[in-house]
Nanobody, 119 residues
Framework: QVQLVESGGGSVQAGDSLTLSCEVS????????MAWFRQAPGKERAFVAT????????QYADSVKGRFAISRDNAKNMIYLHMNTLKPDDTAVYYC????????????WGQGTHVTVSS
């Protein structure tokens, strides 16, 4: 079955960096666009970043642009979220997600990894 497993979350101080990882299994990874979302306490889940099948195209939410970078390794079935200059507002549960095309919904989700940023 399809599995997305996030890792790398933790508690850090404002200004620190952290890299999240997501390992994907059960699908032909290179055929799926991937994304990161996050859900802060008391808020709805929000888009963070997305990356195309080959990794050649990325998009970011305005709130993380210039601080976060999404990448993928199709040989390892992994995606990453490199987070720099973290802020308390980045505190959330981070989820990776997969979809077959830009016209489809994100059909596969991980269980999330917690990131807490203290001031």
């Amino acid at each position: 079955q399809v599995q997305l497993v996030e890792s790398g979350g933790g508690s850090v101080q404002a200004g620190d960096s952290l890299t999240l990882s997501c390992e994907v299994s059960g699908v032909t990874f290179s055929m799926y666009a991937m994304a990161w979302f996050r859900q802060a306490p008391g808020k709805e889940r929000a888009f963070v970043a997305t990356i195309s099948l080959s990794g050649g195209s990325t998009q970011y939410a305005d709130s993380v642009k210039g601080r976060f970078a999404i990448s993928r390794d199709n040989a390892k079935n992994m995606i990453y979220l490199h987070m720099n200059t973290l802020k308390p507002d980045d505190t959330a549960v981070y989820y990776c997600a997969a979809r077959r095309s830009a016209r489809s919904a994100y059909g596969y989700w991980g269980q999330g990894t917690h990131v807490t940023v203290s001031s």
